[in-house]
């Protein structure tokens, strides 16, 4: 028989309990029965084998003569490989494990030597989890958003069937349980997963991430260094090169003429004013623009400060109109007693209401809103008048920056006329002089040049890493692409090498429910958590048990036919007669399980406990330890 | 020129001209004075300077009131007549705002804001109860904004002798000297 990996089987289980063995057994290859009567003891062993090969019982989860105990050790074939496991009991959930690479014999009689110890969760140091991964050759899984790894605990929720999970789920029970967990765990145990589609995964992540790095410092380079028109190249830099190089020699060869003729012509060449005189212009020029500026400047602070008064003046009169208005409200029209052009007495109006100055007939509203208007009329002006203000004080900036750099300029420009006016020069020497600043010009730009090699160079680089990445990246796609097709395609397969061993079991149980003896097809959901067949998912409640229980079976035997499984071949089950099954069903179930297990292609174990073993099974080849009762309980914690 | 400057007084708009803002300046004068009290005659001056502050440099100095001067020529300086004040002749205008002043001196008895004390004696005092709430605060803002313009008009110069050549009309120039009633 072929070792089909991974594979897990469990040698051997010692119970410690103060020192002493409360209960010690060895298993073998193929089905395993634990039986004994109810209540005898036979889960707490189940569950400290699930505890012992890295399952987390929460606290609710122990049961009271378990807690009795000390520690569980366990000798375990990963792969083949010895290797001891070894667990202390605590009512808390994530407790540690210490793992001795080898048998558990060796293991018990090295004391404290050889052991190490692992945590739960991974942390700084690996966790278990890390470990029996590694040993069994399964890929450590990464799924969801937050970097989560697929822990050992997740897988044995799928190869352990407890009395304590809902008989309608997949998955043993377990709080803050989500689908994706629960898809990631039955698509691994599938063998949709490989090392190298996660290290792809990985991968890519890395690889983008470094090529968003040089993506970001290509682009800055070519934006600090680049010119416009000009690509960042090597050859142009060369190019610049020899033009800058050639333009200097040129002036180089200039000067070195002139110098000559300098000095032969040292006695001859005139003095020039030539120098004074482009200067004294300059200077001339310069002045008359600061003339031009200060005028402005003047014209516009005039105007301005006029308007302050002007924008004074109408606040006031808005002023005196709003106050004004509040005695219109408060009083009536106003009875003038005498006429303001002749100072006749008025006498009364016969109309009421009336003027009494002109007699027309009017009434307060009018003399409201007169002065509402005048009011809008000022408000309308002094608003212009203090956005024309801010338009000035604008300008007036304006004006005063442009004034100080053009005296600025005036001022330099006055310098140099002094010193033109200090050493007249001769028109060769003025020749000289502006040569030697045009080669000062042409040396700066090859010093930025220089500067700029660096920058091609290291965008060379770049560029070369960009490329390279880019290859990285198109081969990790690739990688995950071929992967993703070849997981989907594996996914469909073992689904159905699964579906065809489920449907063997029901339509080979006893006639009980019919939809089982009809079965056609048999659909299961991860991430659902849920088994369905011929489209139905309820049943009577020992039906649904027996439906787990072949579903949990399955899984086991299918991975056990096909190398393509990432299963451990391994399953513990304790559920085999749960919810009232009768004898027989269950006889017959462990039967089924028994020639399958036995005619699988790769070696395989299955651990079960039951209280009515098959007469068949009752052979010591198949059975562990005693048969339990009331009296002889399977952990004998008397002798402790 | 006179008359050109006098239309263009009267066109744009002028709080001296304004009965109902006259109402107003009386009551921000009687607010400011001692006990709410101002003679007639008197607040139609301290109401004509409380127009135009920058005439009072034109005022002659009584000297039997300490600081009446210092504090002629600060205010003086404090309000001082800007390019848009377009005047003409102030005794010309003093005596355009007579009937304006006293239409609002009686609208304002008629609103019962104030009570004339004593007919021969033409005493105007303020009589706070009848002010308006709302107006009485726009009038004590408008104290707030000039308050010492305000008690100078209000307090100080009503303390000149209402006749003769040293009384209010011959020092503040804005009339004929007026003489005892015989």
Known sequence: ?640 | MLRQVELVFSISYTPAYDPYHTVFRFLVLLASADEGRIPAKAARVADFFYCFPWMLADVRAPRNIQGFARTRNRLVRKYPKTSYDQFPNARVIFERMELIQSTAMSALAGADMIELLDVSSEVLKLKRSGVPAELWRAVENAVDKTPDLLSFLAVSLPQIGQTGSDGLFARTGLGEFSYDVV
């Open chain 1, 1 to 640: 028989m072929t070792l089909y990996s991974p594979n897990l089987e469990v040698v051997d289980l010692s119970i410690f309990r103060r020192g002493n063995t409360v209960f010690s057994e060895t298993f073998h290859s193929g089905l395993n029965i634990i039986r004994g009567e109810n209540s005898s003891g036979k889960s707490t062993i189940m569950d400290f084998i699930f505890f012992g090969l890295g399952g987390d019982l929460l606290d609710h989860q122990w049961r009271e003569s378990a807690l009795l105990c000390d520690t569980v050790t366990m000798g375990v074939k990963l792969n083949g490989k010895d290797v001891t496991l070894q667990r202390d009991v605590e009512q808390k959930s994530s407790q540690p494990m210490r793992i001795f690479f080898g048998p558990s014999d060796e293991a018990l009689k090295s004391g404290a030597s050889g052991w190490e110890r692992y945590s739960f969760r991974r942390g700084k140091s690996e966790s278990f989890s890390q470990v029996m991964f590694r040993l069994l050759g399964l890929p450590e899984v990464q799924y969801g958003e937050a970097n989560t790894k697929i822990t050992i605990n997740q897988v044995l929720r799928l190869l352990y069937s407890d009395q304590l999970s809902s008989v309608e789920k997949i998955f043993r029970s377990q709080p803050f349980d989500d689908a994706i967990t629960r898809q990631t765990v039955g698509h691994l145990l599938l063998g949709a997963f490989s090392e190298e589609y996660y290290a792809a995964k990985l991968n890519l992540k890395a690889y983008e991430a470094e090529m968003k790095d040089v993506s970001a410092r290509i682009k800055t380079l070519i934006r600090i260094h680049g010119r416009e028109g000009h690509p960042l190249t090597e050859d142009w830099l060369n190019e610049e090169y020899r033009t800058l190089q050639k333009e200097l020699d040129d002036l180089n060869g200039q000067i070195e003429k002139t110098e000559e003729q300098v000095f032969s012509a040292q006695f001859e060449d005139r003095l020039s004013l030539n120098d004074q005189e482009a200067t004294y212009a300059r200077v001339k020029s310069l002045q008359a623009d600061i003339g031009k500026i200060k005028e402005e400047l003047d014209f516009l602070e005039l105007e301005a400060s006029d308007s302050v008064e002007f924008i004074a003046s109408l606040t006031k009169k808005l002023d005196a109109l709003h106050e004004s208005k509040m005695v219109v409200d408060e009083l009536n029209s106003l009875q003038f007693e005498f006429c303001p052009a002749c100072f006749a007495p008025i006498h009364g109006s016969e109309v009421e209401g009336a003027c009494s100055l002109c007699k027309q007939a009017s009434d307060q509203s009018h003399v409201k809103e007169r002065a509402l208007r005048l009011i809008n009329e000022y408000a309308r002006q002094r608003q212009s008048s203090i956005d024309l203000q801010a338009d000035r004080q604008r300008r007036i900036s304006d004006l005063k920056t442009q004034l100080t750099k053009v005296t600025e300029l005036w001022e330099q420009a006055g310098r140099h006329y002094t010193v033109s006016l200090r050493s007249p020069t001769t028109e060769l020497r003025t020749r000289l002089r502006s040569l030697n600043r045009e080669v000062g010009y042409a040396q700066r730009k090859l010093e930025e040049l220089a500067a700029r090699k660096s920058a091609v160079a290291e965008l060379k680089e770049a560029q070369r890493q960009r490329d390279a990445l880019q290859r990285k990246i198109d081969d990790a796609r690739s990688i995950i692409e071929t992967t993703e097709r070849r997981d989907r395609d594996q996914i469909s397969k073992a689904r159905r090498y699964i579906e065809l061993e489920v449907l063997e079991f029901l339509r080979n149980d006893l006639e009980r429910q019919s939809t089982f003896k009809n079965a056609d097809t048999v659909d299961f959901d991860f991430d659902g958590d849920r088994i369905s067949v011929n489209g139905e998912s309820f049943f009577s409640a020992s039906s649904m048990a027996y439906l787990r229980n072949s579903f949990i079976a399955s899984f086991a035997v299918a991975a056990a036919n096909q190398a393509s499984f990432s299963h451990p071949r391994f399953l513990l089950m304790d559920t085999v007669e749960d919810k009232g099954m009768e004898p027989d069903r269950s006889k017959n179930f462990q039967r089924l399980l028994y020639n399958k297990s036995s005619s699988s292609k790769s070696p395989n174990q299955m651990i079960i406990a039951t209280s009515m073993i098959a007469p068949e099974l009752d052979v010591p080849e198949i059975t562990v330890g005693d048969f339990y009762t009331h009296q002889n309980r399977t952990l004998r914690l008397s002798n402790a």
